[in-house]
């Protein structure tokens, strides 16, 4: 029996896309022994808090954008820290002189090391009392590192003024 046209393509993309997935997740053993020596080495478990990029959660952690206009401020998170599943975020954009701006606000969510992101597309609003943005769901579905992308765009055509990143371990 032969294989249908273009299966073996397909069958090699979705292998190398399951790799994709498992192979940067760094595995301990919750008996004790050397995950060189448990079964298959995996025990499901992800940890990712000695991660360089990641930095412990606090409320108010603010990044400088990458042209150094703007800055990012993570207000809150719900739940605090970030966690696996839907997660709430208030975010201020700052000027250099630390004043809040306004503009369009867009959010990238990608596991860098898997080179994936959501496809839940969070919904981004911005209250003017607060003069902060509220962005929900930040859907962070599987353990590993996450990279929260912010950036604020403004004109006509809308252009991104600054950018700036955050990294978070999600647990699991």
Known sequence: MRAPSGFFPVLVSALALGAACTGSETATPTDGSDASTSAGGLSGDVSCVDDPR?????????????????????????????????????????????????????????????GHGTQVEPVISYDEATERFTIAPVYLFMAGVWRVRLELAAGNPSKVVDRADLFFCIEG
Request: glycine share 12%; charged share 25%.
């Open 54 to 114: 990641v930095e412990p959660y606090v409320a108010g952690i603010t990044r400088e954008g990458e042209h150094g206009t703007l800055s990012y401020r993570l207000d809150s998170s719900d739940p605090a820290p970030p966690a696996k599943g839907g997660n709430t975020f208030e975010v201020s954009v700052l000027d250099s002189e630390g004043v809040p701006v306004t503009g369009d606000l867009r959010v990238e969510l990608v596991m860098p090391d898997h």
